[in-house]
Nanobody, 123 residues
Framework: QVNLVESGGGLVQAGGSLRLSCAAS????????IGWFRQAPGKEREFVAS????????KYGASVKGRFTISRDTATNTGYLQMNNLKPEDTAVYYC????????????????WGQGTQVIVSS
């Protein structure tokens, strides 16, 4: 069985931090990029960050660059999104997913998706 499970979401105050995890079963992340997206009610799913496999090259959406850091741990088959200096506008459901290249920023380019984890930043 192959799937992705996000965790680490919660309610935090503006300026706080959270670290999201994306645990993969099977060989989900093998030779695949990991992407993080977020979606707030009434809004389109938005690209947050992505990371390549071997090179670990990264890409960030403009709204989170400098505040969020994406990483991966091949030993535990887990992806991470460290979120610092959170803002109320970061409130959304956060999803991890896989793609053939980290340069993709559209949801359509990603195949396997997790069910999401809720992040709420109070103001």
């Amino acid at each position: 069985q192959v799937n992705l499970v996000e965790s680490g979401g919660g309610l935090v105050q503006a300026g706080g931090s959270l670290r999201l995890s994306c645990a993969a079963s099977g060989r989900t992340f093998e030779r695949r990029a990991i992407g993080w997206f977020r979606q707030a009610p009434g809004k389109e799913r938005e690209f947050v960050a992505s990371i390549a496999h071997a090179s670990q090259n990264t890409k960030y959406g403009a709204s989170v660059k400098g505040r969020f850091t994406i990483s991966r741990d091949t030993a535990t088959n887990t992806g991470y999104l460290q979120m610092n200096n959170l803002k109320p506008e970061d409130t959304a459901v956060y999803y991890c997913a896989t793609a053939g290249a980290y340069t993709f920023t559209t949801p359509a380019a990603y195949g396997v998706w997790g069910q999401g984890t809720q992040v709420i930043v109070s103001s």
